[in-house]
């Protein structure tokens, strides 16, 4: 082929958007077809202005020192981050709250029988890795939130401290009952394990780190490899987040100076007994020491022991006291007014403390994050503006109970209800695969916005790739090759006050799978162990940004704010479908059980020496009535449907709308999700009003999806679940409504 | 109730035979109706000969002092076992083979690099237990039949060492070829180890145990409790039993004093490469000193490292010589001569020889049996005399690879052929559930006969117990609460020459499941460990006699042999099911795969920096045409079905018939499995002749049923698994014939 004749091609080219996978849509959700182009123009001038030197500078700024709530550097950090939105030309403020808190003062640890040893509680420096060393500096090894105390018992091994855990011990004739228990990291979040141990009557709880969940029995260890060595703690949180995250004395309004406090004894999300956290160089001397049952296979680690329950003869002495005080958290929050549509907000969040430098987390997002505000800021520089208004949040106080961010959404509760469109949150981030969770009617945005990104490594869209590795991994067909579906959120970072108790449709995004390892809140977790290890030259920290940057200029831009509803509904379908199997499972699980122990069979397979407490009969399940979720399901289903043919007819209508119509419609969209919510809250806990995710109960992170059926039908409480029944069912249906209102007024005006 | 009134009731259930379980069917299967009464009450009198205390005493003697193959309290104990045996009334004799066997002369094995390290290689005694410290008598750790060797050479890892470690290990571009491989053991039989190692080129072979497979990661170790130590080492043969077990240099004859033997280079079973097995304190200091990329989740063992796999840098210098000589192996054989079908012979067996002690493998089998033989031998003795001939066989040499009895059984091949209706085995035996394999058409006979048994600690039959264990394990519904399915027969024990070789119908029996722990193939394995873990009071001893005894009595007074083919149908359809469903399977992944490559799928989903070598396209699995098995089970079927209706009308009908013709009854009868099997036998191992079903060429112990479709399925050849499909039918067809022709026989009585 001759040169000549390669230039028309070239040129066509070059005038085309970034290219899109084959067979994507190239119509953008939200958009007209005769704005996508340009919208695309734009992104890919966002792009342009990316830097990883940034995010590697400025992760290395912000990690030289300890930097958790209340520190001086967090301060500093605060300040410093504050200064850069400024610099971009946002309208940024540092607004801050004033958070009850505690810091160790007294950290005591020891066995007393059978033999005496004195847990060192302490995480070696690492040579060459400064930040290591500022031991002054750095809180040591705790869980915030533990109380006071001062207990001396036997020790009991309970896994991982999740209620099954307990029914097992039960079954063995074991209490912790006036015990000291010891459990693993894992199966929850950490701070659901001394509620379950307290609500079995321990008195004192350690957690510990088993080296087969991410020590060497996963890989090799700090600091020649990237897997917590002996000594690594995990800190951490062990307010009940699953209650309410935020301030333990001022649920539901925010933290200022001024509000109104409960006494401490009033405060709901306390950790009822005395919690540390361990390395388990510590805990091997108090495992080994452990004797009675052997323990159950699934519950042994990597230590070269023989697992055992207890109790004892290893006894333990627990001593902890700490500082319990007010100390500010500092919210950096920077705006950028929308031309147009400036009431419609558009937010995006990472948090900035860390348990110690916190590198990987939070840094490695906060620092993405940071390189999208300022590449936006680029944009404005040439004379471009968004249509809704950007607000970039860097929350504090996420560490201790997601802290910041939900003193700033109960703080300004209605505004947010009324303003807020999406919350888009980021948190920790490495090489790999993109996770994205969130509200199903961003689900075709994702996608979108995703699938027109490229993966550093592979150069396909950063779609393609997490489909590929979830389809390699024997994951569900069905889904094409460049489609992902928005898992479900639980809770564990920043979105959950956003969206469990407000409503806001909101969305969290990282990369990862392929960095290696974790030190996560430990003192390891430093810039020299992430540029080693994580994210090395931040490519994935960029591929965040150009990620999460499009999503926040699509939401910015968009004709009308770019929700759809029959990946919504799509969504929905699976969750009734899985309670709905739950109850037929734990139907014919019970029918089974019970007949095997009316036939004797449990008591003539059980081994006599064992001493197994047998299994006894349970209330049958009864038939529960899903019909009123299956209606409305269907009526999700045909508003899905009339929305998308109502938007499909309108951009090809040629009949233009005013920007105050097109406020009206984006209001309805985007504040349908409020209508999942219900001002009550669920059973047993108020604060988080979403009736379609939350974080379980017992779980913590995971999510437990239409939880007031679902929690209710895996506590057997048959009435309350058939009671909670036509309660989600209601929610949906007026989610559906808002739906229809929309489609409505769509159709009005392309009629 | 006044004492009067309850004579009567007394009086009536003395009478009554042992009592079976409610709803169960009290017919005999093989007797007429009015003869099951006197078998039970046969049966019963049985019964109250056995003793345990005579279990104690004989396991006790027996396992005072090393028994190995060729030592001096082997022929001790043989000619001990023989004066038993004429004492309780039996014909018996020792029969004598000389088996070209290895024992340890040097055995060294050292780290040269990084770090220098010399194996101990030596288990310490047991105060107090006095076997453990007879060193000079026995045989230290070794594998037998390892040839001699000096090799040295880098280390890698292979986890079990069974093919797809390899593949594991070549999709990561690791190469064994030149290396020493360190497997641990379990996965397959450890035969299989160094003879997959050698086909992938490497040079030497240790096999270590680890100890989540069987040491402190499953329990207490010894002396504290009944788990392996880090000194403790499994011996065992490494002998190729998956080719042919028995004396490697007279494959098919007998191996007397005067028989042919192969020149010890045409041996086709001696292990290629130098192999050793060790304990997990000599594999710890190795595998810690191994780098390179970290192994799989699954490989990974419970030792405090985190495993990798190599090549080195941790070298290894491996050096073995044995002295390789004749040694006589001695086969107690003691006959009860039958009644009036003396030709027809049951056959009962349990290795004596252990690898040191040998307390539970195989004394706990074989006390047993003894008390078994000499219980009938009573029955002798108050004039009953079986109808059938009874062989009651204490076999040698088992443990270096099934040989004494595969010698004995190519010896006497011809008349086995034409008098061996059942040969009936047990090995080691314990505390617990029990377990039964074997021919399908005995399926009927043993649930029978298991059902008359009393489980020791549960007081219900020991078929209920083993059903109700199935059931609460969540096993498969639809067999009753009182019956279970025969497992099919792999290896590893002496009914592989009855029935892999000449198509001998056999069952394999033992209990297990409860006793703990395990120390098999060391020094350990002694009286004292064996009554403290395993079997106290040797109840589940005296429960073994009591079943196997009924077996026994049942197949030697039956009226017609008891075999019933209702069973085998069913049997034949799981296992064509399976191998069809495996097809399939294998067709859905495939197609699955290769979609996925074609969409680049894997290629996308790689970690790039982890350079795993991306999966190949395979060869589409073709339609394989099934039909031919579809129209041989049809036969099956309708031949159980006729012959079912026969004999089920036959003891109705009044009519007797001679011994003569009982005679040709049986013979068509047992000599029907025979027609399972094809002289030239399977491919790759001639010696094996039954094609439904063998040891796997891979795994050695477990079965491949229907090996012939299947084996060359699993390796991907279609055109050969097409070719064995209509030779699998011919074969189940030529069994329905056989049938057939005794169901006419039968209906020409009755007509």
């Known amino acids: 082929m001759s040169f000549a004749r390669l230039i028309p091609a070239l040129f066509i080219l070059a005038l085309l958007p970034p290219p899109g996978e084959p067979g994507q849509d190239r119509g953008l959700v939200g958009f007209r077809e005769t704005q996508a182009r340009g919208q695309r123009q734009l992104e890919a001038r966002f792009d342009t202005f990316l830097r990883a030197s940034n995010l590697e500078a400025w992760m290395k700024r912000l990690s030289a020192r300890p930097q958790h709530l209340g520190s001086p550097y967090r301060k500093e950090n605060a300040e410093f981050i504050l200064a850069q939105f400024k610099a971009w030309g946002y309208d940024a403020r540092i607004e801050t709250f004033e958070i009850y808190y505690p810091t160790p003062k007294v950290r005591r640890l020891e066995m007393t029988e059978p033999v005496p040893y004195a847990a060192i509680l302490t995480e070696p420096p690492l040579k060459g890795d400064p930040v290591t060393e500022m031991k002054s500096e750095s809180l040591p090894s705790f869980n915030a939130y533990s109380p006071d105390g001062e207990v001396t018992a036997e020790l009991v091994y309970v896994n991982q401290g999740i209620p099954r855990d307990y029914e097992e011990l039960a079954r063995r004739g074991i209490s912790v009952r006036g015990k000291i228990v010891i459990a693993r990291y894992g199966g929850c979040y950490r701070g659901v394990k001394p509620k379950v141990a307290a609500q079995h009557g321990a008195i004192g709880c350690l957690i510990y780190s088993d080296p087969l969940d991410g020590g060497y029995g996963q890989g090799d260890v700090t600091p020649e490899g990237a897997y917590r060595d002996g000594f690594g703690v995990e800190r951490g949180s062990v307010l009940d987040i699953t209650v309410a995250p935020g301030d333990p004395l001022t649920p539901g309004t925010g933290a200022t100076k001024e509000a109104k406090r409960l006494a401490v004894r009033d405060a ?230 956003f969206y469990q108790h407000l409503g806001i449709s909101s969305l969290n995004l990282s990369f990862g799978g392929e960095g290696r390892g974790g030190v996560g809140h430990s003192i390891y977790d430093t810039f020299a162990y992430f540029t080693r290890f994580i994210d090395p030259g931040f490519q994935y920290g960029v591929a965040l940004a150009k990620t999460s940057g499009r999503i926040v200029l699509r939401l910015a831009e968009a004709d009308i704010v770019p929700f759809e509803f029959t990946a919504f509904s799509a969504a929905m379908k699976r969750y009734v479908k899985e309670v709905t199997e739950l109850a037929g499972q734990m139907r014919a699980d019970t029918e089974r059980e019970n007949r095997l122990i009316d036939q004797g069979a449990f008591k003539v397979a059980a081994d006599p020496l064992e001493k197994l407490r047998l299994p006894e009969k349970k209330e049958p399940v009864p038939g529960l009535d899903f019909s009123a979720l299956e209606k409305a399901l269907a009526k999700i289903d045909d508003a899905a449907l009339r929305y998308g043919r109502a938007i499909g007819a309108f951009p090809r209508s040629g009949r233009s709308m005013t920007t105050e119509t097109k406020k009206d419609l984006d209001r309805i969209l985007y504040q349908a999700e409020r209508a999942l919510t219900r001002e009550e809250g669920l059973a047993r806990r108020p604060w988080f009003k979403h009736y379609i995710d939350a974080p379980g109960y017992y779980t913590g992170y995971s999510v437990k999806t239409i939880p007031g059926v679902r929690e209710a039908l895996e506590d057997r409480n048959w009435a309350e679940a058939q009671r909670q029944i036509p309660i989600a069912a209601d929610v949906l249906s007026r989610f559906a409504a808002e739906i229809d209102k929309a489609a409505a007024a769509f159709e009005g005006r392309v009629k």
Chains 1, 2 share one sequence.
């Not at 805990?283 to 070269?304: D, N, Q």
């Not at 022991?305 to 700490?322: N, Q, R």
């Not at 505004?415 to 981030?429: F, P, R």
Request: with cysteine; charged share 25%; hydrophobic share 40%.
């Open 268 to 497: 709901k999300v306390l950790a009822p007994i005395p919690t540390l956290p361990i390395g388990y160089n510590d805990a091997l001397p108090l495992l080994k020491e452990l004797k009675g049952r052997v323990a159950p296979e699934s519950w042994r680690g990597a230590l070269p022991i023989t697992y055992h329950l207890g109790p004892g003869p290893c006894k333990v002495h627990l001593k902890l006291e700490f500082d319990w005080k007010l100390v500010p958290a500092y919210d950096v929050v920077a705006f950028l007014k929308g031309r147009e549509r400036a009431d419609e907000w558009i937010i995006r969040g990472n948090h900035a403390d860390g348990w110690v430098a916190g590198a990987s987390d939070p840094l490695s997002g906060l620092v993405s994050m940071m390189e999208e505000a300022r590449a936006v800021g680029e944009l404005v520089k040439t004379g471009w503006r968004p249509d809704r208004t950007l607000v970039y949040c860097a929350w504090d106080a996420e560490e201790p109970g997601i802290i910041g961010s939900t003193e700033w959404v109960e703080e300004h509760a209605a505004e947010l209800k009324e303003k807020a469109a999406v919350y888009i949150n980021t948190d920790s981030n490495g090489r790999g695969f993109l996770s994205a969770g969130g509200s199903a009617s961003l689900e075709r945005l994702v996608n979108q916005a995703a699938g027109d990104v490229r993966d550093p490594q592979t150069g396909v869209s950063v779609v393609e790739r997490a489909a590929a590795r979830s389809l390699t991994r024997g994951g569900a067909a069905g889904l094409g090759p460049q489609e992902f579906h928005l898992s479900a959120l639980g809770s564990g970072s920043d979105f959950s006050p």
